[in-house]
């Protein structure tokens, strides 16, 4: 009965990955929101991608969780070996050259697990720069703040959800399609953004264990966001498995007994 029912249960839809082409324009609506949620959105985009974060460990959780949510106390900005501290100067901020992000606990149960990345050069779409802004943004509240903190214009606290996320990178597919982008946005969704990570460094060229080791995994669970259905992952493979190829056989040897 139970696999049966199995069978009858439909195909779970997985969430696309979304290519860095929109996630950098989901990026460049929120700046250009010219909120303080939006610039919050922003930079919570930046990381998550460039970083493959989890969307519970940069947004507000519901319910007891493993995951901590990114805090201000977890981000340390450097200028080559130098930390740079975070009572520094906007100026003194701007000249980070690199950024390390630790995760006291995640969903697999890994504490402190502590990740790196330098600056991208495009300071439109940059891990580095989006951290700085992150800092500077709760400059003077709890290192215990989380990282998805925002003021509005009264000085009301408020935090960004998933719910967020989700709409501005749905926002920002729809408006891609415009341009050419053949993406559902209804198969759009928070781990699009840990995917498109993935799939962006798979089809860089890294290895396995690159991209194991700045998504956390402790498994092979990875391969469900390396989706092949993205038509620059297997282009070129017929043309090579049409090539005419001749090998020998090698025979197992007779049992004579």
């Known amino acids: 009965m139970i696999v049966r029912a199995r069978r009858a249960d439909p195909a779970p839809v997985q969430q696309v990955a979304l290519p860095s082409s929109i996630v950098r324009l989901a990026v460049q609506q929120g700046r250009e929101s010219n909120t303080a949620m939006g610039h919050a959105i922003s930079d919570l985009i930046t990381l998550a991608f460039f970083f493959l974060l989890r969307v519970g460990e940069y947004t507000e959780s519901t319910g007891e969780r493993l995951t901590v949510p990114l805090r201000l106390q977890d981000i340390t900005l450097w200028q080559g070996n130098q930390p740079i501290p975070h009572n520094s ?9 690199g950024v390390t992000l630790k995760l006291a606990n995640q969903k697999n149960g890994i504490k ?5 990345h330098d600056s991208s050069g495009d300071p439109s779409f940059d891990p580095v720069k989006a951290a700085g802004r992150i800092v500077c943004r709760l400059r003077g509240r709890p290192r215990s703040s989380v990282i998805g903190s925002y003021l509005e214009p009264s000085g009301t606290p408020k935090r960004i959800s998933p719910l967020m996320i989700r709409e501005a990178l749905k926002g ?7 341009l050419g982008e053949n993406i559902n946005p ?3 969704g928070t781990h699009s953004l840990r995917s498109g990570g993935a799939m962006r460094l798979k089809l860089a060229g890294y290895d396995e264990l690159t991209i194991k080791k700045l998504g956390r ?4 669970t990875y391969l469900v966001y390396i989706q092949s259905q993205i038509g620059n992952l ?6 090579q498995m ?3 190829v001749s090998f020998r056989m090698i025979a197992s040897p ?3 007994g």
């Open 89 to 97: 100067s906007n100026a003194e901020i701007s000249q980070a050259t």
């Open 112 to 116: 402190d697990a502590v990740m790196y």
């Open 172 to 178: 920002a597919t729809v408006a891609a399609a415009l």
């Open 186 to 188: 209804h198969l759009v």
């Open 217 to 220: 995994w402790s498994s092979d």
């Open 234 to 239: 297997n282009a070129g493979i017929a043309r």
């Open 242 to 244: 049409a090539i005419p």
């Open 254 to 256: 007779t049992h004579t």
